[in-house]
């Protein structure tokens, strides 16, 4: 089994910053890739980054120039820093790593449990 935990939510003001990690671990072999989606209240489950492995980080449009992913994070591991945050950014974030497992041919996608960041005055 693969398990990602997320760390680093809470609550900010509008143009603060704050800054998600996530670790996977369990019986992996290699990480693939590893990013970030977000869910809103009434809202379907939307990408925010995505770091394939030797790869380019991809952001989706609303986040772009205010969220980063940074490319020193460990192995199997993830790191999100968000700045100028809007209250439109107030979502449930969740980790996903696509990960090989040991003894298995194909990798598949593993998601972290989420962590609610809130952005308000």
């Known amino acids: 089994q693969v398990q990602l935990v997320e760390s680093g939510g809470g609550l900010v003001q509008p143009g603060g910053s704050l800054s998600l990690s996530c670790a996977a671990s369990g019986n992996i072999f290699s990480s693939k890739a590893m990013g970030w989606y977000r869910q809103g209240s009434g809202n379907e489950r939307a990408l925010v980054a995505a770091?394939?492995?030797?790869?380019?980080?991809t952001y989706a449009d609303s986040v772009k120039g205010r969220f980063t992913i940074p490319r020193d994070n460990a192995k199997n591991t993830v790191t999100l820093q968000m700045h100028s945050l809007k209250p439109e950014d107030t979502a449930a974030y969740y980790c996903?790593?696509?990960?090989?497992?040991?003894?298995?041919?194909?990798?598949?996608?593993?998601w972290g449990q989420g962590t609610q960041v809130t952005v308000s005055s």
């Open positions: 770091l394939p492995s030797g790869g380019t980080t």
């Open positions: 996903f790593a696509d990960v090989i497992t040991v003894g298995s041919w194909h990798p598949f996608r593993s």
